[in-house]
């Protein structure tokens, strides 16, 4: 018998680090994303994206859905309450007494953190059961780098999380969450529940799922499923986030308070034993372009990750010292994407192809300190940024970009070509270098502005993938971080003898 479900997202990756709050027009632009989309448009678009939603809505196809809305803005500071409350009424207007409601589905990332609220998503969940109440099942999927708290635990019936980092099971994560939710409706009841949070931070640029130890973190999973423990998730956490309960967690649903607790204490003992094995080796600007120029070639290229000026993870994405240490190396055949500088890429197409141009690119919006790179800039290749990407992760979805241009370093020894874009987009998919007139697996150095899901795409063109910690918004060296609002005792990364103390 078909069932009456309302689905609805909203998605923030919060950084309150980052100086610059998220308000409503961010979420309303589709840029790397869909934008905000409402009703039947929800129907229409996202069944086919590899998006948790999409999962979901083609595995619940036989059920009467009543779509809300649909939200995501790229990460950066705090949501305003403005958005919050908008979004969430958005929501909240759909579940109406009348509609005959039976479940609720939220696809959501698990990491907002709002102007008034730290915990942005259990205070939706919060505001959902003031509304249906307590009986009907609301089940959630979250983003491998949630920060799950016991507000969201305790509200929602069930929750999902993404297994992969770089996240290409998205649509699979939406689907685990249907075959959970379609359990409780045939039985009539809700699963038992254990929630545990992990002692240590993981840094983004540690949490690469096909490397130890997430490797063996989550290929663990199906095995510690059995007849009455019905799903377990891990999220990493996002660390960038000044918060409580900020960091890695862990939940298990099943049919036995019992075994579900017992479950969930070997599953933490298990990950706390591979502590040792994190590593998170990160190079100097300069120490990764001179690695670059002697293991890359033309057709062999060494991939230099810029970690912590990821726009996926709240970075400006325009910070210069990467840009700056391939000039000064004399990197040759070297590429790097995505600077986001909306002046200079209006610049270029103002100018025209081939036209040499004076600018101060980028080093804009980053920490303090930065400054643009100041000099001369050939024009190499226009776009309007609009165009698909076709990598394992975003394959399918439609890019916004707004003006992007190709842009070379001129008046020097180094040939080194930057993908400038209008707006902040995560370099995770080479359609974003390709659409500029550049194949990245003919280049001798590829330097991405992302810390992991670039490997999706780019992973198997390149000879060796390093990282450098250049400046950026999106710390991935915790024990630097000035954190003030941690849970005490919660220790500033794997192996670190850092603890956090809570101020009063
Ligand atoms: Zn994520």
Known sequence: MPYTIAVGGFHHETNTFSPKNTDYDEFLKADGWPGLSCGDEILKTFPSLNLPIGGFLTAAAEHDIIPTVWANAEPYGRVTKEAFSKISNMILSELKPSAGIDAVYLDLHGAMVTDTHEDGEGELLRLIRERVGDDIPVVISLDLHANVTPAMVELADAITIFRTYPHIDMAETGRRAFTLLKQMLADGKKPCKAYRQIPFLIPLSAQHTESPPCNAIYDSIPTRLSANLASIDFACGFPPADIYNCGASL????????????????????????????????????????????????????????????PGAGGSSDTTELMRALVEQKAQNAVLGCLYDADAAKHAHAAGLN???????????????????????????????????????????????????????????????????????????????????????????????STVHFRADFGHIAKEIIMAACPGTHPCELETVPYQHLRPGLRLGPNSGQVSTKRP
């Not at 670059?292 to 290229?301: E, L, R, Y």
């Not at 400054?371 to 890019?399: D, H, T, W």
């Not at 902040?424 to 001798?444: H, K, N, S, T, Y």
């Open 355 to 449: 036209e040499t141009i004076t600018l101060a690119l980028g080093g804009k919006n980053g920490p303090a300190g930065e400054q643009p790179m100041q000099g001369r800039y050939i024009v190499k290749a226009l776009s309007n940024g609009n165009f698909q990407c076709e990598g394992a992760m975003i394959g399918g979805i439609q890019l916004n970009l707004g003006p992007m241009a190709l842009l070379k370093v001129a008046d020097s020894e180094c040939d080194l070509s930057i993908v400038v874009t209008s707006e902040r987009v995560q370099c995770l998919d080479q359609g974003l270098f390709r659409e500029v007139g550049i194949e990245p697996a003919e280049q001798a150095i590829v330097a991405v502005k």
């Open 251 to 310: 939940v298990v649903y099943g049919s036995s308070q019992t075994d579900t607790d017992a479950c969930a204490d070997q599953y933490l003992a298990d990950v706390v034993q591979l502590e040792t094995q994190f590593s998170n080796k990160l190079f100097s600007a300069k120490d990764a372009v001179i690695f670059g120029n002697t293991h890359g070639s033309p057709g062999t290229p060494v991939i230099i990750a810029d970690v912590q000026d990821n």
